[in-house]
């Protein structure tokens, strides 16, 4: 009977570590096929990174949040972000304080190669409110670096396709580069540069194409000014050569349609290129995204 009962246990602890040893096995193995899993943190990494795996087999890449999320303030992670998660072998995320969960995200995933497209001597952050400002891909110039940062740290976490993934970032960055040269040749002549935007989402954007952020309707989306603020914004509108006030295709326009109402001025909306549908299909959703906001730019401030 001790025979017996010592086999059973042997068999028993057999088994459970046959079971922790596949556990190991299915995360090595990311999506549990075989394939190197990209889970992306939101839509401008995903469109960088599925621009970087054009074409590539073996690799799959995963938006985590879905497609009208926007841009990650405030954002918590759902159990379902969380069961996301537990199958990548890389998580790409934009840094400089976008993905406040990301702490919690790595502790619990400690296997999960963490990318940071922000890592990068070439980007400078902006201050808002003594912190980074994190919306450094409306820079064309800092999309360029956070492509190549992601690329960098891509193949170090995955060198068997290092020469492919080289190869479409190339590519893709030229076309960047061409985008670059054509927004400034459309803006940088136009006569009026003062403009006031919806949320602090643009000041890399103006930054690069020299534009005059003269003040932003919602610091925070979702946080209408105050009576203050509103009168403040109001007063310098009106002062304005060229009255125009930009908003957001994610959120309300309803504070810039009572600031249009008292002052006259137009209103356009500015893409932060934060939503989209995450299939293939998007790769080039940055590029004309940016472009229609060039034409808007263009039609807004002649």
């Known amino acids: ?20 040893g596949g556990q190991s096995a299915q995360h090595a193995k990311g999506s549990h096929d075989g394939k190197f899993r990209i889970v992306t943190s939101f839509y ?13 087999d073996g690799v799959e890449v995963v938006n985590m949040t879905k497609p009208q999320t926007g841009c990650l303030h405030d954002y918590q992670l759902t159990t379902e972000d969380m069961k996301t998660l537990e199958t990548a072998d890389a998580f790409v995320v ?19 190669k963490i990318i940071n497209a922000s ?24 999309a360029i670096a956070q492509v190549k940062a992601i690329t960098r740290q891509l193949v170090e976490a995955d060198p068997a396709h290092a020469d492919a993934y080289k190869k479409n970032a190339l ?31 643009f000041p890399y954007f103006a930054k690069e194409f020299k534009l005059n952020i003269i003040s932003v309707v919602e610091r925070e989306p979702g946080t209408e000014p105050t009576p203050a603020e509103l009168e403040k914004i109001i007063a310098q509108v009106s002062g304005l050569p060229v009255k125009v006030l930009f908003t957001e295709p994610q959120y309300s326009p309803s504070a810039a349609e009572t600031i249009a109402r008292e002052t006259g001025a137009k209103i356009y909306t500015l893409d932060p290129v934060v939503t989209g549908e995450a299939t293939p299909d998007a790769a080039d959703a940055y590029l004309n995204a940016m472009r229609a906001n060039m034409e808007t730019l263009q039609q807004a401030l002649q």
């Not at 401008?44 to 590539?56: A, E, F, H």
């Not at 890592?119 to 064309?140: A, C, M, R, Y």
């Open 171 to 201: 590519d893709y960055v030229l076309k960047l580069e061409k985008l670059r040269d054509d927004m400034h040749a459309a803006i940088d002549p136009l006569p009026h540069k003062d403009i006031v935007t919806f949320h602090e989402a």
């Open 44 to 56: 401008p990494m995903y469109l960088d990174v599925i621009n970087i795996t054009k074409g590539v």
């Open 94 to 112: 934009n840094g400089g304080g976008m993905e406040t969960f990301l702490d919690k995200a790595a502790a619990q995933n400690k296997n999960m």
């Open 119 to 142: 890592d990068s001597e070439d980007i400078e952050f902006l201050k808002d409110g003594g912190e980074d400002n994190p919306h450094v891909w409306l820079s064309v110039t800092y």
């Open 1 to 20: 009977m001790k025979k017996l009962f010592s086999l059973g246990l042997i068999l028993l602890l057999l088994l459970a570590l046959t079971g922790c």
